[in-house]
């Protein structure tokens, strides 16, 4: 559990883009130790840019977030996707989207979890790189905040993510998760979490052309009252849950698997992408540790994140 993990081989999929409603192809394939998670836009079977899976390279994340190069060369939508390469503890892979954007597939990280989990994870033999929160960082935005700061010694997780929402809609409401970090924990309690979405902005959003892909498929809509979807939810907290998978993508642009506590009240991308800007620019509040240091006693003992999915796959 203390190397870093790659895909045993390689996977793809294709699916429909959320915002430009086109058929894309994915492609997931292993790297080497080190590599990190790298995106690759292709068109037409050409390479056009290489985008590191890093916090400098996000150029938007007014609906989703985007990673880019530039302007004309980005790749929009990588949150699920990236969640559920943290979720899964993956490290090290190079991700072919053969489009604008990553496919939304249902709405949430699950069908990427399965493709990980198709693919099998392989143990390397460099060990794992993590960023340890020793003080706290806060962002805020009016009523929006969040923060990461350090595990406490009696935790029993490496990360633990809390999310609050409140929205004045009677199926929402004010509601909060508690994530403790596992890679079983995140496929059953988190991976399944649809994102969501009001009826009038996604009309608003069309209109626009905009969530040209959005459909009852890949989201949960809902009205003034009720919710559109026939099969309804799939966790009462459903939206809450899906909030705690939106960060844990916007996190895994840190570049480092993390060990800290992350709370979160009412955030989306931006303010997410603002929590992580201001982690790397406080150098103070974290630091970087390798397994093998903790392992040797270098480091005072702390709680060792929990990845048991790919050790039964080996
Ligand atoms: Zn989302």
Known sequence: MFFQRTLKKEISCVGIGLHSGIRVKLVMKPAPAGHGLRLQRVDRGRVRAEIPA???YVVDTSLATTLGIDEKNTIGTVEHLLSAFSGLGVDNALIEVHGPEV?????????????????????????????????TVTVSDGDKWARLGPQPPSSDTSLSIISHISFDHPLIG??????????????????????????HEVEWMKSRNLALGGSLDNAIVLDEYSILNDSGLRFPDEFARHKVLDCFGDVTLLGMPLIGVLEANKTGHALNHKLVQ????????????????????????????????????F
């Open 278 to 313: 201001a982690v790397l620019a406080n150098a103070e509040a974290w630091e970087p540790v390798t397994a093998a240091e903790w392992a040797d006693g270098t480091l005072p003992p702390f709680t060792v994140p929990r990845l048991v999915m790919g050790e039964s796959l």
């Open 103 to 135: 496919p939304i597939m249902d709405g949430s990280a699950n069908p990427f979890v399965y493709l990980i989990k198709t693919a099998g994870i392989k143990r390397q033999v460099e060990p794992k790189r993590y960023l340890r929160m020793t003080g």
């Open 54 to 56: 890093l916090s400098d």
């Open 174 to 199: 004010s509601q909060s998760f508690h994530f403790s970090f596992s890679d079983v924990v995140y496929d059953r309690q988190i991976s399944r979490a649809r994102t969501f979405g009001f009826l």
